[in-house]
Structure formats: structure tokens, C-alpha cells
């Protein structure tokens, strides 16, 4: 297993990240243990996982990944210190959760509070904003003048966000969170926190973890080089593009248990004509590697520059074990030309 260090904390980190929103769901406590002792074995020492999980989120759900967890953190009290425990506040939005109101310092420190009493701790490594409270251009919400930044306060914006690091100070002053980062933000979110921290001696932000695979590319290269410039980790999720970029979905199928199968809270909005065209190119250069589908993919974002570690998820012990051995060799230059020819066809397939 490869190492990296989390941003500016000093954390080392594995370059393949265990993601748990499953367990709760289609993966339940024996599972997600299964999997935490595979992947421990492994070498993996990070761990991610959110107070809104299992996904997709329901009010009966909510924190059941967060109490998988703590579970085994209290039948093996002695391993925490091996882990790297990341967890997410959610944003606004999400009716059952604060009456869907927007991230506060006040609910930051109830929500660390709450997810330590989850997870069995006494801290969290690296605590995570969901989403901002601000629109922003994720969950299939790119296309261009589908938000209107314009109409965006920034004073406002800024305002609501030296609040929030403000909690964040009190949390890491009283020692319930080591280190703080972002998700599903974008440079101005990254650069807005780094100033008002430095301007406020307030905790910096280590990491963002944004959705980035084959078939969704958009943070390259201008965030991910903000990223690099400002020691702020970078940790893509859903390298499989929920789960397409294995194959498992194409020419409509739907597996029996798969993601696929459950309703999602946004839609499958990933399902589209040319995002199947683009896996299917993918497939043939993964079978000319030797390798499967989702190899391929997960094997591309950990060679991206910039990428510290990929955020995989799996719901049975043969995808985990595929997918972990999907980061031993990098991929061949025929390869990663083969596949600058594929983004080049399709730049924007959902």
C-alpha cells in the first residue's frame, strides 16, 4: 500500500480510502466488519464515512453508518490509533436533518458531538463539510447558467463561513476533531476558508473530496491545482461513477441488490446514452490491460496528479478486494493515451 500525506495536517494516509455508506443499508454490521478487517489488512488506515449515511438518505438511515463503525471501534478498542477516521456534517437541505436548515457554528459542535457518541470516540480525525450552504455546481449541477453566482452574496457567504470555523475551532480546541476539510466545494469555497482562517487564526482546512472518475472530470486542472499550490488533499469520490464504470449497468441492466435497484435521492442522473458509449470504450481498453473495467477506472484517478487518495466503496468482499487491487501497478503509457482519446470524444457525458 502507497502513502500520502492529508494536505497541511501531517497525516499520512493511504493512497486507497475505505468509503462506508453502504453499511446500514446493503452491507449490515458483520459485513462492514468484513470489510474493515480486509481492508485494515490491506494496509489501509483511512477510513470515511458521514452523519447522513447509509445512502441513499432516508430519516431511518440517518447515522446508521456512523454506529456500524462505532460498534467496531468498541469491539477493538485498541486499533482506533491505526485509523484515520474521516466524517461529514451534513449541509442544508435534507429535511430530517436540523429541519434541513444550513451549516452554523453551533450545529457544527452538536454534530461532532452526535457523531462521537455514533462512532464510539473520543475524536475524529478529519471532520468534513458536506456540501456549502451556498448553491454550488455538484450533483449534476454543472451545466453552465443552471446556478446563478451572480445573484450570491459574497459577504453573506463569507460571513456564514467564518461561523462555521468558528465552531470547528471549538471543537479542535476541546480536542473532539484533529483537523477539518471540505466536500463538494469548489477554489472560491477552498481560498474563501484559507483567508478567513489565516485573517482569524481559525483551523485550516486540509482536503476536499469532490466527485471526480472517467466520466467527470471537471476539477481538472483548475481546482485540483488550487489544491496542489495550497497543500489542500484531494480525494475524489465516486471513481466509479456510482458504480457504472464497472459495466455493471450497462445495456440496462440492473443487478439483483446493486445501487441501481434503490431509489436515489437526485435520480440516476449519471444514466445517460453517452455516458454508456464512453464505458463501453473504457471496457475495451481495460480487457486490452488485462484488468476489469473498474480497475481501469480506479487505477486512472489514483495516477492523476494531485490525487491523495481515492475514496472506493463496495457492497461484497469480491468487489473490494477487485477494486483494492485495482492501486498495485500504474497503468501502461498506451493506456492513458487510449484514454485521453476517449475524454477527448466525450468530455461531458452526463
Known amino acids: 500500500m502507497q502513502f500520502s500525506t492529508l494536505g ?53 438511515t440517518y447515522g446508521k453508518t456512523e454506529e456500524i463503525i462505532g460498534n467496531w471501534l468498541a469491539a477493538n478498542p485498541t486499533r482506533r490509533k491505526d485509523i484515520v477516521l474521516a466524517s461529514k456534517i451534513a449541509g442544508p437541505g ?49 451545466s453552465p447558467n443552471l446556478l446563478k453566482f451572480s445573484q450570491e452574496s459574497a459577504a453573506d457567504n463569507s460571513a456564514q463561513m467564518l461561523d462555521i470555523l468558528q465552531g470547528l475551532d471549538r471543537c479542535v480546541k476541546a480536542g473532539k476533531i484533529r483537523f477539518c476539510g471540505l466536500s463538494d466545494d469548489t477554489p472560491w469555497g477552498i481560498n474563501t476558508y484559507l483567508k478567513l482562517s489565516e485573517e482569524h487564526d481559525l483551523p485550516r482546512m486540509v482536503s476536499i473530496q ?11 486542472p483548475y481546482l485540483i491545482e488550487n489544491c496542489v499550490h495550497e497543500d489542500i488533499a484531494y480525494l475524489p469520490w465516486s471513481p466509479l461513477a456510482g458504480g457504472m464504470l464497472s459495466g455493471k449497468y450497462q445495456n440496462g441492466a440492473r443487478p439483483e441488490g446493486s445501487r441501481w435497484t434503490i431509489s436515489q435521492r437526485n435520480g440516476l442522473f449519471r444514466d445517460t446514452g453517452t455516458a454508456h458509449q464512453a464505458i463501453a470504450a473504457y471496457a475495451e481498453i481495460a480487457q486490452q490491460q488485462g484488468m476489469t473495467a473498474a480497475q481501469l477506472a480506479l487505477a486512472w484517478c489514483d495516477q492523476v496528479d494531485g490525487v491523495t487518495s481515492t475514496i472506493i466503496g463496495a457492497t461484497k468482499m469480491e468487489q473490494l478486494k477487485e477494486d483494492i487491487n485495482a492501486f498495485a501497478q500504474p497503468l501502461s503509457e498506451q493506456a492513458l493515451i487510449d484514454i485521453d482519446a476517449i475524454q477527448k470524444s466525450f468530455p461531458a457525458p452526463f
Open 210 to 220: 469532490n466527485e471526480f472518475n472517467l466520466l467527470h472530470t471537471k476539477d481538472w
Open 94 to 142: 435534507v429535511p430530517w436533518v436540523r429541519d434541513g436548515g444550513p451549516i452554523t457554528g453551533d450545529e457544527v459542535v452538536k454534530a461532532v458531538d452526535a457523531s462521537l457518541k455514533r462512532l464510539q470516540t473520543d475524536y475524529i480525525d478529519l471532520f468534513q463539510l458536506h456540501w456549502p450552504n451556498r448553491p454550488h455546481p455538484h450533483f449534476n449541477k454543472h
Open 8 to 60: 497541511s495536517s501531517g497525516l499520512s494516509v493511504s493512497r486507497v480510502c475505505l468509503g462506508s455508506m453502504t453499511w446500514g443499508l446493503q452491507n449490515n454490521q458483520q459485513q462492514a466488519n468484513e470489510q474493515i478487517e480486509y481492508a485494515l489488512a490491506q494496509g489501509i488506515n483511512f477510513i470515511d464515512t458521514a452523519e447522513m449515511y447509509a445512502v441513499p438518505p432516508s430519516p431511518e
